[in-house]
């Protein structure tokens, strides 16, 4: 009997999970075991190996992360020692009214020794200058980034017999959900080596050269659905969830051509080398669904997946594929998800508002109260902006469904609402004049993130009601643009196609 039926990739991440990101600016690699970088201090890509500590403290707005590194080279025929201690405090500062947040990063502590062979490169603090600030988009279900790094660092060579400098440009973007995250880092640097001779005929040892570095580190999990072997069991299998977490980085070198004899001037050593990571699996059992109704169903895998990641939840045997998704049970799922919590300050203001108990509770909407069982979810999403009130300031909880309104809460958790085209334009479906002016940037973005597409006709078919089926196939499909789709865009079509 086979015991893997089939596999689907989520990206997760867990409190015990670290989130993904590369090791300070360098471009290194690392496992649970070895760490692996690329140095070119000696005019030529050297592979060091060995070890790096990390430590990270955050407290209120401000984060320290410190980096000690011991590396040697991995030829052994080569001699040297890479020893090298920094510390990194960014300092966050909230634009709550654009739902974003400003992030600046300074090095209050770099020393760094180089040994290659017979030559010794030695940097302080005094010799560094760095600046690293990044814009994050704090969206309902997802953050987004983008940086800028400018640094340059300055080397002593041998004790007074030159410098070497080494001017880094660049910057870094990734993303960061409760499913899992992806950040790529994206680097220049140029070397400017000035030595003298040390008598030898061969005259000036002096060279320049550039290095460009992409480096991506991500969080994945994959989903596995394992068959049960026994024939007499009481169910037939169960899913698996496989955490990974695996970097890479890339490359690409322009340097002086060093021969026996020297530096030749007239040729240059032009190359690229790849490093890769990946940390041991850490796999962990899901709860088993046991839907009398759902056997055979077309939507079936999609039921079970949801239910045994806990966005869906309750104890009845029957989930009525074919009955109408409600309107509050979809915003819980979508809520449930992406894990769309409590932050920091919506914890102060519980507490506040619990210690003023003569004060009167806002009404949200006047058809769906705190005493609701699915009112936290309602409120939750309200408050993140993923759905809003009319009128009449109501819900409409239990009414079922359409899919333009579906369409228009996950575009809304993903934030991506603001990226179609200006009003006027159309979208590429046949009953384009159908869609409600409300959903159209709805509908438009969640075709484009591959979400949803029209039926055999081309028909996006806006005003039907969905089933709780086809609901959950739309989910489904949400969660793979959050893992598999963000993690390609933020990772492998920069470090393969950029």
Known sequence: MKRLIWTLIFILTFNSIAWAGPIEFSGGVSDEFQYKELVFLSGEPVVFVGTVNVKEDEKNEEKKVTYSFSLTPEDLDIEGRLTRNVTLITTYTPVTDKGQTIANTTVTRYTENVSIGEDSFRLTNADIQFSQSAIIDNRPAIDFYSGNIQAVKRYEINGGEGTAQVKITGGDV????????????????????????????????????????????????????????????SFNGGYIQVINQGMISKYTYNLPRITDEGIDYLSRNQGTMSLQASKVPKIERLIVPKFRDTGGHWAQQDIEKLYSLGVFEGSSSFFIPDGYMSRVDFVKAVVKACDIGEDEEDSKTTRRSRRKKDEVEEVIFVDINSSHPDYKY????????????????RFYPDE??????????????????????????????????????????????????????????????????????EASAILVRFLEFLEKDLKKDYSENIIYYY
């Open 174 to 233: 990734g993303y960061k959900n409760f499913w899992g995250n992806t950040e790529t880092q994206l680097l220049d640097y140029v070397y400017t080596v000035n030595r003298g001779s040390q008598g030898e005929a061969d005259g000036d040892l002096s060279w320049e050269g550039t290095v460009s570095i992409k480096v991506s580190d991500s969080t994945t999990k994959s989903l596995q659905y394992s068959q049960n072997e026994a024939n007499f069991t």
């Open 378 to 393: 309602v409120k939750k999403a309200f408050e993140k902006n993923i759905i809003t009130r009319g009128k009449d300031y």
């Open 400 to 469: 079922p469904l359409t899919k333009a309104e579906a369409m228009t809460i996950l575009i809304r958790a993903l934030g991506f609402e603001a990226k179609a085209p200006a009003p006027g334009y159309k979208t590429s479906y046949a009953d384009d004049n159908k869609i409600p002016n409300w959903a159209k940037d709805a509908v438009y973005m969640a075709t484009e993130a591959g979400i949803i597409s029209g039926d055999n006709n081309n028909n996006i078919n806006a005003h039907k009601q969905l089933k709780r089926s």
